[in-house]
């Protein structure tokens, strides 16, 4: 840990701010970045917040400038990428993920990259294959597996109803994925 991050009594603090109240923990987070602006989990956290409030521009800032404080830091770069994605910005979303296919191929974050790549390409069966790869290997982000398990089961709807649309346009129109948090 560098000067650069907030402390972490302090971290765990405001995390504990944003579970009782996600708005008071988005102020918290918005005052802890004037002390501590290079600190990249703050701004993914703020990113996360703005997106669990819907304002998908902010969030997207907020995530990328995570990313480009620190390029490895992977749940963020995935989560940059999602949004992306989410908001029919599909080509983005690949270039932000383009790092992530570097990770251990057991990785979970890979796998829900390499997923979310099928179904940009309208590649269905291998989406669903690659999402619940990627949900059973992961144990540490429960919020993750939940918004991957909605396009799992979208998906499959999908595919048992008649032939989707383009990827992007089934993405877009799945508003229940925009009010999940990242």
């Known amino acids: 840990m560098t000067a650069t991050l907030c402390p972490d009594d302090r971290m765990a603090a405001l995390l504990a701010a944003v579970g009782r109240s996600p708005e008071q923990g988005l102020r918290d987070t918005e005052l802890l970045l004037g002390d501590f602006?290079?600190?990249?989990?703050?701004?993914?956290?703020?990113?996360?917040?703005?997106?669990?409030?819907?304002?998908?521009a902010a969030a997207r800032l907020a995530m990328r400038?995570?990313?480009d404080i620190a390029p490895d830091f992977a749940v963020a770069r995935f989560q940059l990428g999602f949004l992306l994605l989410t908001s029919?910005?599909?080509?983005?979303?690949?270039?932000?993920w383009g790092p992530l296919?570097?990770?251990?191929?057991?990785?979970?974050?890979?796998?829900?990259?390499?997923?979310?790549?099928?179904?940009i390409r309208d590649e269905f069966a291998d989406t669903i294959h690659c999402l619940e790869e990627g949900m059973?290997?992961?144990t540490e982000n429960p919020?993750?597996?939940?918004?991957?398990?909605?396009?799992?089961?979208?998906?499959?709807?999908?595919?048992?109803?008649?032939a989707p649309a383009s990827a992007v346009d089934f993405l877009l129109q799945q508003s229940a994925l925009k009010s999940t948090r990242h």
């Open 65 to 67: 400038q995570a990313v």
């Open 88 to 96: 029919g910005e599909p080509h983005a979303a690949q270039e932000a």
């Open 37 to 56: 602006p290079r600190d990249p989990r703050l701004h993914f956290l703020r990113g996360s917040l703005l997106a669990g409030r819907q304002d998908y």
């Open 136 to 138: 059973a290997a992961n």
């Open 101 to 119: 296919h570097g990770l251990p191929a057991e990785s979970y974050i890979r796998k829900f990259v390499t997923g979310l790549c099928h179904l």
């Open 143 to 162: 919020a993750m597996n939940r918004d991957m398990q909605m396009i799992v089961d979208e998906v499959r709807s999908k595919l048992k109803d008649a």
